[in-house]
């Protein structure tokens, strides 16, 4: 267990959000809230840094279609950034690959 | 010790103050020692009359010599429990034994009150051995028998709350065992009880429960729609417990309806999509996958159409070992998304192929000593190995297999296997 760690960052383009640790049941909550407290404005881009995510099970995704959905309706859009293997085949399993943009490096 | 001028003749002499004090002590007379000793003494004929009795004995009862000496037998100074107990056992036990120790009696005082005390008593006897009188030690047990009784209560309490601790187990057992009973039976009502006999098709199914304390999140179903066609359906959705299930039972119900009036997995699917949205919100997304299917009777095979959204590919197992995925990548989630996109697949069933269907608790296994990732893979490989094979065998072979993954299987898992007869030459329908 690797407690589930976010930190916020302004950026050119919009915020971003490290996120590292590990992602499941209890910490999912941490990162909805973290993703809700950030002040998105239309036209700007919430980058997710998810290059230090060691485990994200499904309450993980369902942490991740939250915050795109916040993201979303705040007519921002949503970047995940250096998506480790075992997420990446989750997400290409339910579909979500088509979904998110996905990038190696920001 | 090397003390100067200390010796065994002289004990503390060399401590000043304390040779004042042993003076006193050698002093004190064998009367006044008797007299105010720190117990009681008294001597009695081998009736029990009191011949004497000293100062410190008297102080407790509270009377005087004159009362006492000749006039008193012991027994007069116990209450009356104690005067019965020394007739029937002491003053008996006494006689025999010639000595009985720390006996506890209670006195009774000149002011009525009781005095708890602990008796010792010796019978001296004559050189030839007669019997003469008997001398008794009396040691005030106020104290003592405060402490034993404080002993005693403190036993008590803990006795009962030993017992209130058994019983707020055996209470929380029994809370443990009914809520399991009650998820058991929940979870029973998410599943069918038993598959509907199909004529000449062959199924099976399991349902893995990771844990006894939670509701699954896995659901399937199985039900006739007309003569000719079948629909059927498997998923997980996300999360456990009873919001699990909850979500499961609207999913449950949402597709059968669905698959009542349109025989298209797909728009199925999308009719899923459209009330989970519905129901949950974009803040707390809820969703399932799910491989949904209709199959049909066309002469000696079924034809089967499915769609998948998220959900791992279903295989068919062919007679000749053959293991085929069907493809239904880029299906995803149900009901986290308005735009969702379901992926069809189609595929016909020969005799003696069979169609599998899971929830990724059996793929996201993990196995060996690095815990790794069953996988897909892994499962082709074991369903291959299996070939020629029928619904229930094939089921019977998962749920070993299940079995032999101990706590790598931490989710739950669900199966459904689909299967026409082989063609064999014996007869019909004998290989399942």
């Not at chain 1, 973290?34 to 060691?54: F, I, K, P, Y």
């Not at chain 2, 629909?231 to 059968?256: E, I, M, N």
């Amino acid at each position: 267990m690797t407690p589930l760690t976010i930190k916020e960052s302004p950026t050119s383009t919009g915020i971003a959000l490290e996120v590292a640790g590990d992602l499941d049941y209890t910490s999912a909550p941490q990162l909805r809230q973290a993703a809700h407290t950030t002040v998105l404005s239309s036209g700007r881009r919430l980058t997710m840094d998810l290059g230090g995510l060691e485990f994200c099970d499904s309450s993980g995704i369902t942490a991740l279609i939250a915050v795109r959905n916040h993201a979303v309706s705040a007519g921002a859009e949503v970047l995940l950034v250096a998506v480790p293997a075992h997420l990446r085949r989750l997400l290409d399993l339910t579909g979500l690959d088509q979904v998110f943009d996905m990038r190696e490096s920001p | 010790m090397n003390r100067p001028g200390g010796g065994p003749e002289e004990p503390g002499a060399g401590l000043p103050g304390t040779h004042a004090a042993f003076t006193a002590l050698l002093e004190d007379s064998a009367e006044e020692l008797y007299e105010s000793a720190p117990c009681g003494y008294l001597s009695t004929l081998l009736d029990g009359t009191i011949a004497k009795i000293n100062a410190t004995l008297l102080g407790w009862l509270g009377l005087s010599r004159g009362e006492v000496v000749g006039r008193m037998r012991f027994s007069d100074l116990l209450t009356v429990g104690g005067k019965l107990y020394h007739e029937t056992h002491f003053a008996p036990l006494l006689r025999i034994q010639g000595h009985l120790n720390g006996i506890a009696l209670d006195l009774r005082t000149a002011t009525g009150s009781r005095l708890p005390v602990l008796v010792t008593s010796t019978l001296k006897r004559s050189q030839d051995g007669e019997p003469l009188l008997i001398r008794t030690t009396v040691f005030d047990a106020t104290e003592r028998r405060a402490y034993e009784q404080e002993l005693l209560r403190a036993r008590r309490a803990a006795e009962e709350a030993r017992r209130a601790a058994e019983e707020a187990r055996r209470q929380a057992e029994a809370d443990r065992e009914r809520l399991c009973q009650t998820l058991a039976v929940l979870q029973h009502s998410l599943l069918p009880e038993t598959l509907p006999d199909i004529p000449g098709v062959r199924t099976a199914c399991h349902y893995h429960t990771a844990s006894t304390m939670q509701l699954g999140g896995d659901f399937y179903d199985l039900f006739e729609l007309d003569d000719r066609r079948t629909a059927f359906f498997l998923g997980d959705v996300c999360g456990k417990g009873p919001q699990a299930a909850a979500l499961t039972s609207l999913t449950r119900y949402t597709l059968r309806t669905a698959l009542l009036h349109d025989v298209d997995p797909v728009a199925n699917l999308g009719t899923l999509n459209t009330v989970l949205l519905d129901r949950y919100t974009g803040d707390d997304p809820r969703y399932c996958t799910a491989a949904v299917g209709v199959m049909e009777r066309v002469g000696d095979t079924l034809e089967v159409r499915l769609a998948s959204g998220g959900h791992p590919p279903a295989l068919v197992i062919r007679v000749d070992g053959r293991v085929e995925t069907l493809d239904t990548r880029g299906g995803m989630l149900v009901g986290a998304l308005p735009a969702a996109r379901f992926v069809p697949a189609r595929t016909t069933l020969r005799p003696g192929d069979t169609l599998l269907l899971y929830t990724d608790g059996l793929t996201e296994a993990r196995v060996g000593p690095h815990r790794e990732l069953y996988g897909d893979e892994a499962l082709v490989s074991f369903a291959a190995g299996l070939a020629p094979t029928g619904p229930h065998r094939l089921v019977e072979a998962l749920k070993d297999l299940l079995r032999g993954f101990g706590d790598g299987l931490d989710d739950d898992t669900a199966l459904l296997a689909i299967g026409l007869p082989a063609r064999t030459d014996t007869g019909p329908g004998i290989a399942t």
